[in-house]
């Protein structure tokens, strides 16, 4: 999901109005941070590098198993949770050995290339963000118009669906670097600056808000139709209770609470890096420890390595799937 370095410092308006000023670079200013600890990097190289190994094995066998049987990927959902999944993988191959490792806290060899880790991270945390509202919109479509589902989610759309999902990161990935090598640096800052809020705002903000709003509605919806059925089982209604039908429910009801439960693991592992946002946001900076910068980047990498436990949860045909690829 996109975010974005911070420092210390503040840029004056007015004589009286001060705002933030979020800064790309983080390891420059780290290395003249006496508060720069070698053992604290240490400690979350060890623990990111554990987290990062969980995500690679468990998004590759989520890929490698929609890859493998074509059932799963008759499923528009299941499109979309591939994407997911390919974008987790991308996180622990990028995220975790680069701007984890180098740009959180103390200056080393690799910090200089910063610039670089950052459009890896801002894109591999925006395909997340922008996954996640596919998703969301496609659970919505299921729960709330299962009559219209199949007309307004074609092949065509979750094509056009996922270029944007893909498409779009890159460039916001790429604008920052656009004036990052050639103009002077008071322009790079306030041009960042700029950039930086807009990208808060409406690419971390926005989204967790639409996101949850759409998962707590779709939540209600399903304990709803679970009373419906309770009912209509206790007063004999025979075809709502016929196996096959109830076998659908239930289908259907463990694959949305999947994804609810993603989008939870989502907008709960955004917290600490959002309060990380809010300090600088509301003038706190000192509050702001080299501890909360590197566990807010932890627990994104963290909600990476959660999907693929979800989905083997929540999924009886999935968990199949990967039971059946370990075997061959």
């Not at 974005?4 to 003249?32: C, E, G, R, W, Y």
């Not at 960042?192 to 998962?215: A, D, E, G, H, Q």
């Not at 196996?243 to 917290?271: D, E, N, P």
């Amino acid at each position: 999901m996109s975010e974005i370095s911070a420092n210390n410092s503040t840029v004056m308006l007015s004589s009286d109005l001060k705002l933030p000023v979020f800064q790309p670079n983080v390891a420059d200013i780290n290395n003249h941070d006496e508060n720069c600890s070698k053992e604290l990097d240490f400690i979350f190289w060890i623990i990111n590098g554990g987290i990062g190994a969980l995500i690679l094995l468990g998004n590759s066998l989520t890929c490698a198993a929609f890859l493998r049987f074509e059932n799963l990927r008759r499923s528009y959902m299941n499109l979309l949770l591939l994407s997911l999944a390919i974008c987790d993988a991308l996180m622990g191959v990028t995220v975790t050995p680069g701007y984890a490792a180098f740009c959180t806290g103390c200056t080393y060899g690799l910090s200089k290339l910063c610039w670089i880790f950052e459009g890896g991270k801002d894109v591999c945390f925006l395909n997340s963000t922008f996954n996640l509202l596919a998703i969301s919109y496609d659970r919505y479509l299921a729960i709330f118009q299962p009559l219209k589902y199949q007309s307004k989610m074609s092949r065509r759309k979750i094509r056009y669906i996922l270029s944007a999902v893909w498409i779009t990161p890159v460039c916001l990935a790429l604008v920052r670097n656009i004036w990052s090598h050639n103009q002077p640096q008071n322009v790079i800052e306030e041009w960042n600056r700029t950039y930086s809020y807009i990208l808060l705002c409406v690419f971390v903000i926005v989204p967790i808000l639409i996101v949850s709003v759409i998962n707590v509605a779709i939540f209600t919806a399903i304990r709803k139709q679970r009373r419906k059925i309770t009912v209509f089982k206790d007063n004999n209604y025979k075809y709502w209770w016929k196996k096959k039908h109830r076998m659908q429910y239930l289908q259907l009801r463990k694959g949305t609470l999947s994804c609810v439960l993603v989008v939870i693991a989502f907008v709960v592992c955004w917290l600490p890096r959002a309060f990380y946002y809010l300090f600088y946001v509301f003038d706190h900076p000192e509050l702001v420890t080299p501890f909360l910068r590197k566990i807010s980047v932890t627990f994104l990498l963290f909600q990476s390595s959660m999907n693929s436990l979800i989905y083997s949860f929540y999924r009886r045909e999935f968990r199949h799937a990967v039971r059946s690829l370990i075997k061959c």
